[in-house]
Nanobody, 120 residues
Framework: QVQLVESGGGLVQPGGSLRLSCAAS????????MGWYRQAPGKQRELVAG???????NYADSVKGRFTISRDNAKNTVYLQMNSLKLEDTAVYSC??????????????WGQGTQVTVSS
């Protein structure tokens, strides 16, 4: 069993910054990819950013140049540094990881989500 625990959400003014963290724990052999999705009220969930075990990354066009995803493989932790936040970044942000477990299964896991609210 694998658990993902997020932290770092909150309320911030437009133009401000927040850093999200997501730590994976449990019966992990390897994590292939970690990422962040978000879902705003009334909208579909969308990929924000992803990072592979080798370090390559991808971003949604709406966050390029403002958000940076990184990971610490030794800690099985992924981070999302969010700068120049906009009102439209308000959403529940959820961490995801594709995990190769010690029982040789491979599947996606999700965190519980953390609220990010950008408001003046």
């Amino acid at each position: 069993q694998v658990q993902l625990v997020e932290s770092g959400g909150g309320l911030v003014q437009p133009g401000g910054s927040l850093r999200l963290s997501c730590a994976a724990s449990g019966s992990i052999k390897m994590i292939y990819v970690m990422g962040w999705y978000r879902q705003a009220p009334g909208k579909q969930r969308e990929l924000v950013a992803g990072i592979f075990s080798g370090g390559s990354t991808n971003y949604a066009d709406s966050v390029k140049g403002r958000f940076t995803i990184s990971r610490d493989n030794a800690k099985n932790t992924v981070y999302l540094q969010m700068n120049s936040l906009k009102l439209e970044d308000t959403a529940v942000y959820s961490c995801t990881a594709e995990v190769w477990a010690v029982d040789n299964t491979r599947r996606h896991y999700w965190g519980q989500g953390t609220q990010v609210t950008v408001s003046s």
